[in-house]
């Protein structure tokens, strides 16, 4: 059984304020043949730079950088070894000091978590994090075979070597405990890849029905293709300063707070332990819960979700989580690892998860919409982007930009596409605060982020 020791649950505390000022991503496709990746990292620079309303020019802003993070998932794609130097020299950043990083599916917010940290220590005051990822480099089936042997090759490997065939257990455990069906999965894949059919970067929107769900082809059961999000190739950045250099460049930053947890699963032998209860929840509410499910996490829940909320939630003072967030983005790689985190981060007590979307809450108009962005079902899984883009999304809608990002005909010719005659605004009214969850693995590591209003 997992126990804690006297200070391992510290909260973190900055030892200055960290706050993020713009955002930048490329269109995200299938296959990106006439780009080279240094061209895909450095276009999503530019549009940070050029398109969120900082008030220096693009170079001064460079100029005034100290530090970069860059977030990758594998260098096999590329069979590229220590990409971040390559990318930090076509950026024009040598010789200012950066380092990589590489968390799985969680490298993006593992990044910008680390340079939060470089903001909040006083390393630097202006900070880039960029990520990125070339699946399109290899073939659809060695690429799930890169992917695959982050999982754990003692326990996780025995499960399958595809993703799917890892989350089609936690699939079938969940949908026994807590009745799950699959009418419930369907509708968020029916949601988030409608939203994205409002996103000019999506590789993946459309509008399905139930049935174009249920019947679309099994990837590893009770998974469907519908479910799952695709291989991605294409980038993302954002910028992060302290207080001060935050309202030099933009009169709209937002304040960031950020942590992490870890959990590798263990295949018939996942060390149990006490729920970490979040602030909105009571000693003595889970007893019942834990009565009929009493190896918490088991396979149903992700404790370095859970433990990354429990230290954000104090670190930013959120007291109750549907009550004050505005939006959340969540990792919905698959329809099941959405759901899931629905429990694991508050968003319903553990148990009742499915009512977050039976009840509205989740969609645009509800009480805290999810995945308004499109999500990683309908717009992107570049590996070491996602937990940067996702972040991005939310900076926009807390500065009330996603019309622009996602209106703007110019970003719809930049993807080669026309704006849909349909197209519908997916601005959450006067939002103040959004959340971020960048998931790895099977939750080997997850980051869980808050950007609040500072203006």
Not at 121 to 132: D, E, F, I, Q
Not at 304 to 327: C, Q, S
Not at 366 to 395: D, R
Not at 415 to 424: D, E, L, S
Request: charged share 20%; glycine share 8%; with cysteine.
């Amino acid at each position: 059984m997992i126990t804690f020791g006297k200070g391992n649950l510290r909260i973190p505390k900055w030892s200055k304020r960290v706050f993020m000022v713009a955002g930048g991503c490329t269109p995200f496709r299938k296959y990106y043949p006439e780009y080279k990746l240094e061209e895909l990292v450095m276009m999503a620079y530019k549009m940070m730079l050029e398109d969120n309303n900082l008030k220096l020019s693009p170079l001064e802003i460079k100029d005034s950088i100290q530090f970069a993070v860059y977030g990758e998932f594998a260098d096999h794609f590329q069979d590229q070894l220590l990409c971040e130097s390559k990318i930090h020299d076509y950026l024009g950043l040598d010789p200012l000091y950066n380092v990589g990083i590489k968390t799985g599916g969680a490298t993006g917010g593992s990044a910008v978590l680390m340079g939060a940290q470089a903001i909040a220590s006083g390393y630097a005051n202006c900070c880039l994090v960029a990520g990125w990822e070339r699946m399109d480099e290899v073939d659809t089936r060695t690429g799930n075979f890169y992917i695959s042997t982050a999982a754990c090759k003692d326990f996780e490997t025995r499960m399958g070597r595809i993703y799917s065939s890892y989350y089609a257990p936690m699939a079938n455990r969940f949908a026994w405990a807590y009745d799950l069906n699959d009418q419930v999965r369907a509708k968020i894949a029916i949601k988030n890849r409608h939203y994205a059919t409002m996103n000019p970067n999506a590789q993946q929107p459309g509008d399905h029905t139930e049935e174009e769900v249920l019947s679309s082809r099994m990837s590893a059961y009770p998974l469907r293709f519908l479910e799952c999000c695709a291989m991605t190739a294409g980038s993302a950045s954002v910028l992060l300063c302290d207080e001060e250099m935050a309202y030099k460049l933009s009169d709209h930053p937002v304040e960031v707070f950020i942590a992490g947890g870890s959990h590798t699963l263990r295949v018939a032998d996942r060390r149990p332990m006490d729920i970490p209860l979040l602030p909105n929840e009571k000693p003595g509410m889970y007893d019942a819960f834990l009565k009929k499910n009493p190896r918490w996490p088991g396979f149903e829940s992700f404790l370095a979700a859970r433990f990354a909320a429990y230290l954000t939630y104090r670190m930013a003072g959120i007291k109750e989580p549907v009550e004050e967030l505005d939006l959340v983005e969540l990792h919905d790689a698959f329809t099941i690892s959405d759901v899931q985190t629905y429990g694991d981060i508050g968003l319903r007590p553990y148990g009742q998860e499915i009512d977050y979307i039976e009840s509205g809450d989740a969609y645009y108009g509800g009480k805290c919409p999810a995945n308004l962005s499109g999500g990683l079902l309908g717009t992107m899984h570049a590996v070491g982007a996602t937990g940067i883009w996702q972040a991005a999304e939310c900076l926009w809608q807390l500065q009330g930009r996603y019309d622009y990002f996602h209106g703007d005909p110019k970003w719809w010719k930049r993807a080669g596409k026309k704006k849909p005659k349909n197209w519908t605004s997916l601005q959450v009214k006067d939002p103040k605060q959004a959340l971020w969850v960048s998931h790895a693995g099977v939750g080997s590591h997850v980051t869980v982020g808050i950007l609040r209003k500072a203006w």
